[in-house]
């Protein structure tokens, strides 16, 4: 029997509903260990909100104001819709479980916040960075120029085998999106040859380690990673999301900035890209070249690098109405 079921719904609280909720959840969808730690997190705020109460006492307007304080709090925008969907299924599960028992979720709205201004970096900072980079080591050089050229998201980059790379070293080609959609991806004359550079490295080294390398080198992950790689398993050089967001980091503490991280430089990218294509070339046309070199599935998503920041919006007003004398 369904571990609610036995329960009076008067007695429920959260944290039970909670727990078979996520006991569910693994059982019926296949979610991992990871998944059910941050769903019970997200949630956590939830409880410590309303200090745990019984799941009949909650109404739509407490779950209202919670999402409000959430906002004030600070939360992003993908942070926020998380927490709504996953506060939205769990009622939806308690609901299909007890009798009698209707979703307060259908009376609350998803809250809508502005998109906070993309975290592009400064056109000086972007000189610091390649400094940095050109005195660093081949890998770290590469990651970074193709960061800052391509756009490619950080699991993109992780996921790159040698066999995306295109036999002029051009373009990576089939590189999978978000969505299971894929995309062909530019390599701007500059980064290929430092990317040139890199592989000779990559190729020397895996050539050393590996004798089973020759004959597998196209299954090779592009970024390699020597931790815990094991000789003919190509899948165990793959280097993982964490330690391409430690690179990264670790370039940007040793160039002076503050603040780097892998979708910073990809936010550059497609800002700086944006900025410079042709002042006649129409709007809808500069969206869709951000668009597809991005991979993003939607233009409303590119839309988000046309938003002007706060200084920006008060100088244009202040230069159109700022003057006392504008009529005469």
Same mark, same amino acid.
């Given at each position: 029997?369904?571990?609610?079921?036995?329960?009076?719904?008067? &007695?429920?609280?959260?944290?039970?509903?909670? *727990?078979?909720?996520?006991?569910?959840?693994?059982?019926?969808?296949?979610?991992?260990?990871?998944?059910?730690?941050?769903?019970?997190?997200?949630?956590?705020?939830?409880?410590?909100?309303?200090?745990?109460?019984?799941?009949?006492?909650?109404?739509?307007?407490?779950?209202?104001? %919670?999402?409000?304080?959430?906002?004030? $709090?600070?939360?992003?925008?993908?942070?926020?819709?998380?927490?709504?969907?996953?506060?939205?299924?769990?009622?939806?599960?308690?609901?299909?479980?007890?009798?009698?028992?209707?979703?307060?979720?259908?009376?609350?709205?998803?809250?809508?916040?502005?998109?906070?201004?993309?975290? &592009?970096?400064?056109?000086?900072?972007?000189?610091?960075?390649?400094?940095?980079?050109?005195?660093?080591?081949?890998?770290?050089?590469?990651?970074?120029?193709?960061?800052? *050229?391509?756009?490619?998201?950080?699991?993109?980059?992780?996921?790159?085998?040698? $066999?995306?790379? $295109?036999?002029?070293?051009?373009?990576?080609?089939?590189?999978?999106?978000?969505?299971?959609?894929?995309?062909?991806?530019?390599?701007?004359?500059?980064?290929? *040859?430092?990317?040139?550079?890199?592989?000779?490295?990559?190729?020397?080294?895996? %050539?050393?380690?590996?004798?089973?390398?020759?004959?597998?080198?196209?299954?090779?992950?592009? %970024?390699?990673? %020597?931790?815990?790689?094991?000789?003919?398993?190509?899948? *165990?050089?793959?280097?993982?999301?964490?330690?391409?967001?430690?690179?990264?980091?670790?370039?940007?503490?040793?160039?002076?900035?503050?603040?780097?991280?892998?979708?910073?430089?990809?936010?550059?990218?497609?800002?700086?890209?944006?900025?410079?294509?042709?002042?006649?070339?129409?709007?809808?046309?500069?969206?869709?070249?951000?668009?597809? $070199?991005?991979?993003?599935?939607?233009?409303?998503?590119?839309?988000?690098?046309?938003?002007?920041?706060?200084?920006?919006?008060?100088?244009?007003?202040?230069?159109?109405?700022?003057?006392?004398?504008?009529?005469?």
């Amino acid at each position: 029997m369904n571990a609610l079921a036995v329960k009076d719904m008067q &007695k429920l609280d959260v944290t039970d509903a909670l *727990s078979a909720w996520g006991d569910e959840y693994l059982a019926q969808y296949g979610g991992n260990q990871h998944t059910h730690r941050a769903k019970k997190r997200d949630l956590s705020y939830l409880i410590e909100a309303l200090g745990d109460p019984s799941i009949a006492s909650i109404t739509p307007s407490e779950l209202q104001h %919670f999402l409000k304080t959430r906002i004030i $709090s600070g939360d992003a925008p993908a942070t926020l819709a998380r927490r709504y969907d996953n506060i939205k299924r769990l009622f939806t599960y308690v609901s299909a479980t007890l009798d009698n028992y209707k979703s307060p979720m259908r009376y609350v709205r998803r809250p809508i916040i502005p998109n906070k201004p993309v975290s &592009k970096l400064s056109i000086d900072a972007i000189r610091k960075i390649k400094i940095a980079a050109l005195h660093s080591d081949a890998r770290t050089k590469a990651i970074i120029h193709i960061g800052l *050229s391509t756009g490619l998201r950080r699991d993109e980059v992780v996921g790159l085998d040698y $066999s995306h790379l $295109s036999k002029d070293y051009t373009h990576l080609n089939s590189v999978k999106c978000k969505h299971d959609r894929f995309r062909n991806v530019y390599i701007p004359t500059a980064s290929r *040859s430092i990317l040139m550079e890199y592989l000779v490295w990559r190729h020397d080294q895996l %050539f050393k380690r590996d004798r089973y390398y020759r004959g597998k080198r196209d299954n090779y992950p592009l %970024f390699v990673s %020597f931790w815990k790689a094991k000789a003919g398993q190509p899948e *165990s050089y793959r280097m993982s999301p964490e330690t391409l967001y430690r690179i990264v980091k670790r370039l940007g503490d040793k160039a002076g900035v503050k603040v780097l991280h892998p979708h910073m430089l990809r936010d550059t990218f497609a800002q700086h890209l944006l900025d410079t294509l042709p002042h006649h070339m129409s709007p809808g046309k500069a969206l869709r070249i951000v668009q597809q $070199s991005l991979g993003h599935a939607s233009v409303k998503t590119t839309m988000k690098y046309t938003n002007q920041d706060e200084t920006e919006i008060a100088e244009a007003i202040e230069k159109a109405w700022g003057k006392d004398d504008l009529f005469g």
